[in-house]
Structure formats: C-alpha cells, structure tokens
C-alpha cells in the first residue's frame, strides 16, 4: 500500500486526507454558527482546551507518521536497499537546450541504475515516466556544478520510458524529450 | 488633493470603482492605498485574460511562442502588480487606520511607482521576446540571448522591470510600514480602529515587512550586480558571482518562497483582524490571541528556511541535510495551519458569525489557503517531491497561493471600500461572487493537482501527450467561472451606492 501512497495520485490523496475533513468541519461550523443557531455557545475557552490539544496532537502525530513512512522511498536513501549489495548500472547524460546525451538508454529491467546528469548550459530536468503516464522520478540540473545530480533507480518492469525535461528552458522547452528502453534481465 | 486622488479620478473606467471619498479628512491614509487596489485590479484584467489565454492556446493549437509569451505575462502580472499590490493597498489601508498614521510620503509613492513601472517594463521585455516564466530560471534569460532566441536588449529591459519590482517589494513597502509603525506622531483624526503590536491583526503586518526586508537584501545585492553588468557600469568579471546561477537561485528562493510566506502572515492577520468585527455576539474576540500570535510566530520560524524544498531533487548539490531539513520545516508550516484552523473556528462556534460577503469571501479564501498548504507540505516531502517536482502541482501550489490570498484581501477590501470611497457594495452581487469564486478557485485548484499527480509538466506547450488535454480543457473551464467571478466582483464595485451617513463616523464605530 504504501508503494502507492508515495506516488503522484498517493500525494493527491494525502492531501485530500488533509483537506476534505478539514473542509467538511469548517463548512459545518460556519453554516451552524452562521444560520442555525448564531447565538455565543456556553462553553468558556478552558472547555475548549482538550479538543485544542487533541486536534494539535492528532496533526503532530499524522506530520510525523507521513514523513517517517516515507524516508524508504527517498531515492538516496532507497539506494543502498535498493542495489543490495549489487553492483549498479551507471548510466551519464548531459542535458543541452533541447536534448540529452545519454550514455546507454538501453537497461536492465532489476538492476540498480545510478543516473548521474549535468546541464551544459541554463536550468534542465530529467524526469523519468512509466509507461502508464506516471513520473518515476526527476533530476534538476544547474550549469556549473562540481556535482553531477544523481539518483538511483531500479526499474521492475520492462518497457519504453519517456524521459522529459520539466524545467522550463526556453522556447522549446517541451520537445526536450528521449526515451528509455528497458528490457528483461539477462 | 493628493496626486494620489488625481490620478485615481482620471483613469477611466477603474478611476470611478476607487473614487476617494474627500468628505471624511481621511484621504491622507485613503489615497495612496485606493491608487495601489485600483492598479491592482487594472492587471488583475490583464492576468487573468493572459490567463484564459494560456490554455486556449494549446486547445487551439495556436504555437508554443503564444503559449509561453502568455505564460510569462501571466504569472508575472497576478503575483507581483495584482496580488501583492492588492495586498499592498489594502494591508497599509488597514495599517493607517490602526496606528493613526498617514499613508503619504516617499516611500508609499516610490511603493506604487516602482511596482507599476517596473511591471510595465517588464511586460514590454516580454513582448519584445524574452520569455522566462514569472521566476526567471535564471540563467536562461543570458542562454536564450547567447542562443538567438531573444535579444540582449530584451533581458535587459526585463531585469530592469524586475529589479523595480523587487525594489517596491523588498525595500519600499517594508521601509514603508516601518515608518508607520516606529516613527511619527499618532494622529488621534485618523485612527480608525486602534490595534498595538501584540496583537496579531498587527503583528503579522511588522512580520510580514521584516521578512520580506531581511529575505530581500541578498537578492537586492546579486540583482544589483547583475543590473549594473548589463549596463556595463561593472566589468562582467566582478559580477561573475553573481551569475553563478546557483548563487542566483539559491538567492532568488530565498526571497521569492519568503514573499509568499510573508503575504500569507500578512492576510492571516488581517484575518485575524477582520473575523472579530463579524461576530454575531459583537464580542469582538478571537478564541485566543495567545494562540493567534503563537500560530503567526510558527509560520514565520519554520518558513524561513523551509524554502530549501525548492532544491531537493538538485541532490548531492543540495545536501541531504539540507533537503531533509526543508523537508522537516515545510511541515512545520503545516503546525502553524493546524493552530490558525483551531482558532478561526473556537473563534466562531463560541461567538457566532455574522455571514457578510466580506467575511465569507475571507474564510473561503482561507479554506482554499489550507487546501494549498496541505498540497504544499506534501510536495515538501522528498519522496514526494521526487515525482511531482515539476509537474503541474506545483503550477497548482503557486496559482492556489496567489488565489488564495487575493480572495482574502478582495474579502478584507469588502469591509474598507465604504471608508475609501463612501459607497457600499451590493451584498446580493458580493455573494454571487464568492459562488462564483468557490467553485471556479476549487475547482482549478484540484484540477492542478490531479493533473501533476498524473505527470502533467508545467510551463510545458504541449499538454497532448498522455491524455493531459483533458486537465487542459477542466483548467478552461474553472478558469472561466473565475473570470465570471471576478466580472461580478468589478461589476459590484462599478454599481457601488453612495452611503448617506458620513462614513468616517461609520468607520470608527
């Protein structure tokens, strides 16, 4: 489940999860202290102390509950889990307004790839997308950098894999596009 | 009669909305804010036609040079000349009446001026070519002009608009409310609704300022640099820092994720504000102030630094540490949300609410400011980050944003016009416009989101590929009823009725 979770549609649901109660609870709120019965409620402010605490409790726990879950999908973090012991694959681009050199496009579907990239000369990206229209992951690039970006990243599925760039770069910007061909694993 | 006023008086068609009202002896804190909300609204009209703009250019196939020139004026007009003016004008409107101070003097002309020149240059090196998205990507604006694709001139002009704008923002504005908080005599004639600093329909204000000045200077020194390159007063070579564009961007997010964090300080204490004066009991209390002040303190601390989410996919060159770190802050935010909730509501279910457009208009506005942060702190984690960075989420996020707080300020602007102008809005019209606004604002905001998590690119001129012609064509639609919304909201300021009773002694009631 949480495989989902830390994707594009698992953060719109996080942060429907966030929002909708909230909405649900303002709504009632404000309608109810608005139309239905607008006179001063009883309570004095000490007897909104424990529901003060609970909800601030509730919102601390759910903050930290989310970002613990998430530190194994963290690609430098998943990385040393994710080769294993196992050798990775180094695969080096460079990213020049509008296109990408890339060192082997063709990869190995298990096997740990490290993408190591720089830009040669303003602002890129390098997002990798599923063939179901899902961004795997993407790199933002700096011209100048000591440093290339870098990431690690195991592909489970054979297929093609657009590569896009999503720093705008200019009048161009979206034809900067390749493709990743990834096959079954010898 | 202030120049301010003159001005006002002779621009057509706007000039008649914000007419000032000379009959109370108020125009010295009324002037100038009515000239800024005036000007504000005239290229909220200019942004939101680039906006409908944007995705019609991709539904009609009409060139990606169309689409990323609209792209540019668009974000650039509703951030900087629309919502932070709007929010200029009416945040020193509010300021003035509450420490009794006149909002006149160098600082608030120099305020309107460099924001609307600056603005208006910029949309010039625009149109002249340059098209580097509302924040610059630097260094693409030197790369595009090294490639051919526009001119020297053209970044040169722009950096000129910018650095103007930056100028109002980062020095005029907060030197400005410093002045009227710190300095000069209270004057007992224009005190309207007296408030001290520890309350926090003030204390956002002197927050607000102090974070735009601080998270400002080092902006102003490498865009000052940089500036005086282009004019070749300084030899490239001592600006070579400068140009380093991490050095750049580093110093731009800075500033640019703590303007937004300072607009939202601003708003949350004019809601603060405001909220009392609607309550069904007359009370005029909120929940807690303590609590208030302690929410707009948390915002502020954890904002600050929270802005190195901006950079974490730059990973090794933006350490972990920092990354984890920005992480951590941006969710810190969302402590501050979670208390400023608690008291908006204790607020009104102890006291009742007295539903006028105004205050509902501020309340959806917030409700759309929590869906923003709850989008913003998701995108602030790394995992996350990793696959919507980029995307149009983050077009969500900003837009949402900028939404979010004009809505807020549009609300508050309900409960000053009658003291600006002596005239009255319609509340039938004011309602019709905050339906409008709700579900158009929604809508779009939601819209944006689904549209990042399926992969959709922003500031991208082809939106045919996997399906995201579809998001295209709903952000259409919202976009329109947006505009729908804002037509009602010029069309209540245009019908506005004369008050009969002098508003002055209204004001101060």
């Known amino acids: 489940m949480l495989d989902y979770v830390y994707t594009g549609w698992g953060a719109f649901w996080a942060t429907m999860f966030m929002f909708i109660p909230f909405a649900l609870m303002a709504y009632w709120v404000i309608r109810r202290k608005s139309l239905v019965d607008t006179g001063p409620t009883r309570l004095q402010p000490s007897e909104f102390a424990p529901i003060e605490g609970i909800w601030l409790t509730f919102a601390f726990i759910f903050f930290v509950v989310a970002n613990l879950a998430s530190l194994k999908f963290i690609p430098w973090a998943a990385a040393s889990g994710a080769t294993g012991g196992e050798a990775e694959v180094q695969v080096d681009f460079t990213a020049k307004s509008w296109a990408y050199d890339i060192s082997n496009r063709q990869i190995e579907a298990g096997k740990p790839v490290r993408f190591s990239g720089r830009s040669s000369d303003t602002q890129h990206g390098f997002a990798v997308y599923h063939p179901d229209g899902r961004v795997l992951f993407t790199m933002l690039m700096m011209p100048g950098t000591t440093k290339p970006t870098s990431v690690v990243y195991t592909f489970k599925e054979p297929g093609k894999y657009a590569v896009r760039c999503l720093e705008y770069c200019g009048i161009a910007h979206h034809r900067m596009q390749d493709e990743l061909t990834v096959v079954k694993s010898n | ?509």
Request: aromatic content about 12%.
């Open chain 2, 1 to 509: 009669m202030s120049i301010a006023t003159t001005i006002v008086k002779s621009t057509p068609i706007f000039g008649k909305m914000f007419a000032v009202d000379k009959s109370t002896g108020l125009e010295e804190i009324n002037a100038w804010p009515a000239l800024m909300i005036m000007s504000s609204f005239v290229w909220l009209v200019v942004a939101g036609l680039l906006g409908l703009v944007m995705p019609a250019t991709q539904i009609f196939d009409l060139g990606s040079d169309h689409f990323y020139t609209t792209l540019t004026l668009h974000g650039a007009a509703l951030t900087f000349p629309f919502s932070f003016q709007l929010m200029m004008g009416v945040g020193l409107h509010r300021s003035g009446g509450c420490v009794g101070k006149p909002v006149t003097g160098l600082f608030a002309a120099l305020s309107w001026l460099t924001m609307n020149l600056g603005a208006a240059i910029l949309t010039v090196a625009v149109l002249m070519g340059l098209k580097v998205s509302v924040v610059v990507m630097f260094p693409l604006p030197l790369v595009g002009a090294q490639m051919g694709v526009w001119s020297m001139e053209s970044v040169i002009v722009g950096f000129t608009g910018i650095y103007l704008v930056l100028a109002c923002m980062i020095l005029c504005y907060p030197l400005l409310v410093f002045k009227m908080l710190f300095f000069g005599k209270k004057r007992a004639e224009l005190v309207l609704s007296e408030r001290s600093l520890n309350e926090p329909g003030m204390l956002g204000m002197l927050l607000a300022a102090a974070t735009l000045l601080l998270t400002g200077l080092p902006l102003v020194v490498v865009g000052t640099t940089l500036l005086l390159a282009l004019y070749k007063i300084l030899p490239m070579s001592l600006a070579a820092w400068a140009a380093d564009p991490v050095v750049f961007q580093y110093t731009f997010y800075l500033f640019a994720h703590n303007l937004m964090e300072a607009m939202a300080l601003m708003v949350a204490s004019a809601m603060y504000a405001t909220l009392p004066l609607y309550l069904a009991d007359g009370s005029r209390k909120l929940y807690s102030e303590k609590l208030a002040n302690l929410a707009l303190w948390v915002l502020l601390v954890t904002s600050v630094t929270s802005g190195l989410h901006h950079f974490i996919t730059f990973y090794p060159n933006q350490p972990a540490a920092l990354s984890y770190w920005g992480n951590i802050m941006s969710w810190g935010t969302g402590m501050g949300a979670a208390i400023s909730i608690f008291t908006i509501l204790a607020t009104i279910w102890q006291h009742g609410l007295k539903p006028e457009p105004g205050i509902v208009a501020v309340l959806v506005g917030w409700a759309l400011y929590i869906l923003d942060g709850a989008s913003a702190i998701v995108t602030s984690n790394i995992a996350w980050t990793y696959q919507l960075h980029g995307t149009m989420w983050q077009s969500g996020h900003f837009m949402t944003v900028v939404l979010s707080m004009s809505l807020m300020w549009m609300g508050v602007l309900y409960h000053h016009y009658p003291v600006i102008t002596g005239r009255k809005l319609d509340a039938g019209l004011g309602s019709l416009y905050i339906k409008l606004m709700t579900v158009g604002s929604f809508g779009a905001a939601i819209v944006m989101l689904a549209g990042g998590a399926a992969g959709m690119p922003r500031r991208f001129a082809d939106w045919h590929p996997e399906g995201w012609m579809l998001y295209g064509n709903l952000i259409l639609a919202f976009g329109l009823i947006i505009g729908a919304s804002f037509a009602v909201y010029f069309y209540n300021l245009m019908k506005s009725r004369e008050i009969s009773a002098p508003m002055g002694e209204l004001a101060r009631a």
